[in-house]
């Protein structure tokens, strides 16, 4: 899958995402298409994420943050290189977790702006990767905050973010591609996880 998962699917689903759709989460340990790169192999584990701030944050600084189950990235604070995201265990999140792996510095992301990132996108249920911008050479991928151009889960979940950080969202189905999914790369009703990377705030 590639940025056509975020805007072109998403915007011809917009009502659907609009009322809530659904979405999954990924780890892949081998490329399942053209757009999707080779998997990672790292250990399966869960930590818990933070309940009212982001562990690095502080004071007036510390972003926003969904608590909840977080999934293991063994090279969380490697901006230069690929997240390792590991399979997800147990069940589920029924609500959007939010865990900062690295805070950035300077304003915060807020709707309205114009972001910069770098992702990678795996489903919950297999572990595999269905999207990855670190995949594709180019530039980084772009979107406004708030404006409906991506999936609920990120128009939310990527709020107070600062520059030169990194973000991981466990997305439920109904913050992500709904019941309905976005064929052939994301099953109905799957959650989604990210690792975002913020380059750019404009």
């Not at 915007?11 to 053209?34: E, F, K, R």
């Not at 609500?95 to 795996?122: E, I, M, R």
């Amino acid at each position: 899958m590639n940025l056509r998962l975020l805007t072109a699917a998403g915007l011809a689903s917009l009502a659907l995402v609009a009322a809530g759709c659904g979405s999954d989460d990924s780890s892949s340990s081998s490329s399942s298409s053209s757009d999707s790169s080779s998997a990672d192999t790292t250990q399966t584990s869960s930590t818990e994420a933070p309940s009212t701030s982001t562990e690095a944050a502080s004071g007036s600084d510390a972003a926003k943050t969904f608590p909840g189950k977080a999934i293991a990235v063994s090279n969380a604070t490697d901006l230069k290189h690929k997240p390792k995201v590991a399979k997800p265990t147990g069940d589920p999140p029924s609500q959007l977790v939010v865990k900062d792996l690295v805070v950035g510095k300077g304003p915060a992301a807020k709707a309205g702006d114009t972001l910069s990132v770098a992702y990678v996108g795996k489903a919950f249920s297999t572990g595999k990767q269905f999207d990855a911008s670190w995949d594709r050479p180019g530039p980084a991928f772009q979107f406004p905050l708030g404006g409906g151009q991506v999936i609920q889960g990120w128009d939310q979940g990527l709020v107070g973010m600062k520059k030169g950080g990194r973000r991981e969202l466990i997305i439920p189905a109904d913050l992500g591609y709904g019941p309905q999914g976005s064929p052939p790369d994301i099953a109905g009703g799957e959650t989604l996880v990210f690792v975002v990377d913020l380059k750019k705030i404009n």
